[in-house]
């Protein structure tokens, strides 16, 4: 049920990749026959992801991770117009891969506006348009946010930026598969995606940079993605993202569809089981398989763990700060009370979840949230103490 997290990767998906650990392991830069070979394949595996984004495969670029396309659109992006600016604007519910790096910016000289979100976690557009000077050049917002699965109004603020002269980015790690995407329709400059978040495997991401964007390189070295990003392909792991991108495109409306029917089975079984639950984000622009659930009086942590006890894997907050007990940046932003933040547990479901998972996880949670509430010191009578 952390689907969000990562996924597994597909059986087509591994099976595609493994020739190229073994017989073809050819270096694409090579100018004999297997290095051509491997540079046949990363050719190919850009057009499939190029064509589920309707992008032209020349504005594809493959990075690292998902984290390496934010960092390198942030920082060569703040780099190339400096002339222009030195002023960036992003919402205070982006995944830390952007909040991160901007701060790290701003201890060098560039001045980035936080702009916040309405209850359901929708970046507030007019506050995003007010937020821009003649120092802006660019305006990065989720496509999705990965927390509460509200999917933001990526065109509308295209066309806000555009007619402010500023660049959009947008981090679509968490809407690649989930949603369609088309970056020319969407009016998008740079967009950042991900393997691993869609049946593909970790480490091996993307950068989509619309033809005429040049933000500076970030990784510095040889000249491999037509000189835009050094260090030799990761060729198994691209061949990969390219079979779990043309999967994801051919699978969209029937993953979209399933997802959404089990996501909304399993959030009317808890509000039918269980009292005092809230759900939080939109509840139809939304990601199909999220369902982010405030269980009040309790905290979430006791959920996940007593979850994983009976092999359930849920994350609460943002999975990066599950660790910690700072409350979500996310929830907070959406002006969800503490205490409330304290119960709230992401559930997300996939390809292979069925409705006899969603049965087994709503009997196991009917129970543990009963005994948690049972021994918490807070109850609905008495409030929070
Ligand atoms: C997972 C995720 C990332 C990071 O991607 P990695 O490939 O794991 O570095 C960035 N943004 C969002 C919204 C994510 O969900």
């Not at 702009?115 to 359901?120: A, F, P, R, S, Y």
């Not at 946010?145 to 933001?152: D, L």
Request: charged share 25%; with cysteine.
């Amino acid at each position: 049920m952390d689907y969000s997290a990562t996924t597994p990767v597909k059986k087509e998906v591994l099976d595609a990749m493994i020739p190229y650990f073994t017989e073809n392991f050819g270096n694409p830069s090579s100018l004999y026959s297997i290095g051509l070979k491997s540079k046949a394949a990363i050719t190919e595996a850009r057009e499939k992801l190029a064509h589920l984004i309707g992008a032209d495969p020349a504005e594809v670029f493959f990075t690292g991770s998902g984290s390496e396309a934010d960092n390198w659109t942030l920082f060569g992006i703040s780099d190339k117009l400096k002339a222009k600016g030195n002023h960036i604007i992003t919402t205070k519910v982006e995944h830390h891969a952007i909040l991160h790096s901007c701060e790290f910016l701003q201890k060098h000289g560039v001045d980035v506006t936080y702009v916040g979100v309405e209850k359901d976690g929708t970046v507030d557009l007019k506050e995003l348009e007010n937020a821009i000077t003649d120092k802006t050049i660019l305006i990065s917002v989720m496509m999705i946010n990965n927390e509460v699965g509200t999917i933001m109004p990526i065109k509308e603020i295209a066309e806000i930026a555009h007619k402010h002269g500023v660049l959009l980015h947008t981090d679509a790690v968490q809407a690649l598969g989930n949603t369609p995407i088309n970056v020319k329709e969407m009016g998008i400059d740079l967009m950042s995606m991900s393997a691993h978040k869609i049946y593909g495997p970790k480490g091996v991401g993307a950068l989509y940079i619309r033809k005429g964007v040049n933000p500076s390189n970030y990784i510095h070295g040889g000249a491999q993605e037509n000189k835009r990003r050094a260090s030799t392909e990761n060729l198994a792991g691209i061949v990969g993202f390219g079979v779990a991108a043309e999967l994801a495109e051919k699978n969209l409306e029937n993953h979209i569809k399933t997802c959404s029917e089990l996501r909304d089975y399993f959030i009317s079984q808890v509000e039918e089981k269980i009292p005092n639950v809230y759900i939080n984000g939109n509840r139809t622009r939304r990601h199909p398989g999220n369902a982010s659930i405030t269980f009040e009086y309790i905290e979430g942590e006791s959920i996940l763990l007593l979850l994983d006890s009976v092999g359930v894997s849920v994350s609460t907050g943002s999975a990066c700060s599950s660790a910690s007990l700072t409350p979500s940046h996310v929830l907070t932003a959406m002006g969800i009370p503490v205490e409330r933040i304290h119960g709230t547990v992401r559930f997300t479901v996939g390809d292979f979840t069925t409705k006899e998972d969603i049965d087994y996880v709503v009997e196991n949670l009917v129970k543990i949230i009963a005994r948690l509430r049972e021994i918490s010191s807070v109850n609905e009578k008495e409030g929070w103490k």
